[in-house]
T-cell receptor
């Protein structure tokens, strides 16, 4: 079993739609969680951290469920510019080891 | 401005040659990482280092070597033993420490694209 698993996608949704991604992790001792965005042939960039209480940043909402060991990302009112690959990232807390999911590709169509 | 600089951005290598990718950061971060990304795939950890003069193997360390002689620098050598080295290589760093300061957020360089001819 992979340490971090994501919905593989690709997701192809119309502009204005709401889309959600999930990510599960295997190490119950994992300490911190993130969503990164990666554009084609570019480096990943932090989209948002994920907190136990859930957090929101504009159209983006992230949730963490420690009991079920998953995190989610919700994008409301999607824009064409949201088209990218979204990477789930987990800090396992083991010697600073940070694990990436394989990414979910999102394509927003006009 | 603080950040991470990788060089070269593009590199071509003949089979059987070693090549070294540079990674320098001026963020005063303790931890540094090397990842490999293949087309349509996520990032896989090659090596990481928590502190100067210390580094650990990641999931795919075979055929690679690193050094951490200075806090700012974490070069990666792709050796001739690496069977399929063509890939996008990403260097990253993060704050290391106890408590809230250690958010685990990674800061990436722009990457080095290696092609073996």
């Amino acid at each position: 079993r992979k340490e971090v698993e994501q919905d593989p996608g690709p997701f192809n949704v119309p502009e204005g739609a709401t889309v959600a991604f999930n990510c599960t992790y295997s190490n119950s001792a994992s300490q911190s969680f993130f969503w990164y965005r990666q554009d084609c042939r570019k480096e990943p960039k932090l989209l948002m951290s994920v907190y136990s209480s859930g957090n929101e940043d504009g159209r983006f909402t992230a949730q963490l469920n420690r009991a079920s060991q998953y995190i989610s990302l919700l994008i409301r009112d999607s824009k064409l510019s949201d088209s990218a690959t979204y990477l789930c990232v987990v800090n396992t807390g083991s010697a600073s080891k940070i694990i990436f999911g394989s990414g979910t590709r999102l394509s927003i169509r006009p | 401005d603080g950040g991470i600089t990788q060089s070269p951005k593009y590199l071509f290598r003949k089979e059987g040659q070693n090549v070294t990718l540079s990674c320098e950061q001026n963020l005063n971060h303790d931890a540094m990482y090397w990842y490999r990304q293949d087309p349509g795939q996520g990032l896989r950890l090659i090596y990481y280092s928590q502190i100067v003069n210390d580094f650990q193997k990641g999931d795919i360390a075979e055929g690679y070597s690193v050094s951490r002689e200075k806090k700012e620098s974490f070069p990666l050598t792709v050796t001739s033993a690496q069977k399929n080295p063509t890939a996008f290589y990403l260097c990253a760093s993060s704050i290391r420490g106890a408590g809230a300061a250690n958010t685990g957020e990674l800061f990436f360089g722009e990457g080095s694209r290696l092609t073996v001819l």
